[in-house]
C-alpha cells in the first residue's frame, strides 16, 4: 500500500528555517518523480520542488535558492529544507509521488499525496 506521510512544519517567524520530512512506504523514492506542493490559504495548490530518478531537481522561481530538496534513498525519505523564510510562505505543504515518464509541474500528474503539514511564517 502506498503511503506518504509528511512531519515537521509548524509556526516560525520570518528568516528562520524549518526541515520537511516525508516518509514513503509501498514504492521506493529514487523509483519516481517525489515533489513538494503547497496551498496557500484561499489558493490553489502549486509547484513548488521535484526531484526526479536521478537526482536531478526542479525547483518553482519562488522558492531558488532558499529552499532545497533531497533523498535518502537507506530511509526511503524525501525532504525540503526551507531556509530565509517569508510569510507568504505560509501554506500548506504536501509532498507527493509521480510515475512520469517526464518532469511535470501539474498536480494532476501525481498519483499519490500525503495529508499534508501546515508551515506559518509570522512577520
Known amino acids: 500500500q502506498v503511503q506518504l506521510v509528511e512531519s515537521g512544519g509548524g509556526l516560525v517567524q520570518a528568516e528562520a528555517s524549518l526541515r520537511l520530512s516525508c516518509a514513503a512506504s509501498?514504492?521506493?523514492?529514487?523509483?519516481?518523480?517525489m515533489g513538494w506542493f503547497r496551498q496557500p490559504p484561499g489558493k490553489e495548490r502549486e509547484f513548488v520542488v521535484a526531484?526526479?530518478?536521478?537526482?536531478?531537481?526542479y525547483y518553482a522561481d519562488s522558492v531558488k535558492g532558499r529552499f532545497t530538496i533531497s533523498r535518502d534513498n537507506a530511509k526511503n525519505t524525501v525532504y525540503l529544507q526551507m531556509n530565509s523564510l517569508k510569510p507568504e510562505d505560509t501554506a500548506i505543504y504536501y509532498c507527493?509521488?509521480?510515475?512520469?515518464?517526464?518532469?511535470?509541474?501539474?498536480?494532476?500528474?501525481?498519483?499519490?499525496w500525503g495529508r499534508g503539514t501546515q508551515v506559518t511564517v509570522s512577520s
Open positions: 526531484i526526479d530518478r536521478t537526482g536531478y531537481t
Open positions: 507527493a509521488a509521480s510515475t512520469s515518464y517526464a518532469i511535470t509541474y501539474s498536480p494532476n500528474r501525481y498519483s499519490y
Open positions: 509501498g514504492f521506493t523514492v529514487n523509483a519516481v518523480y
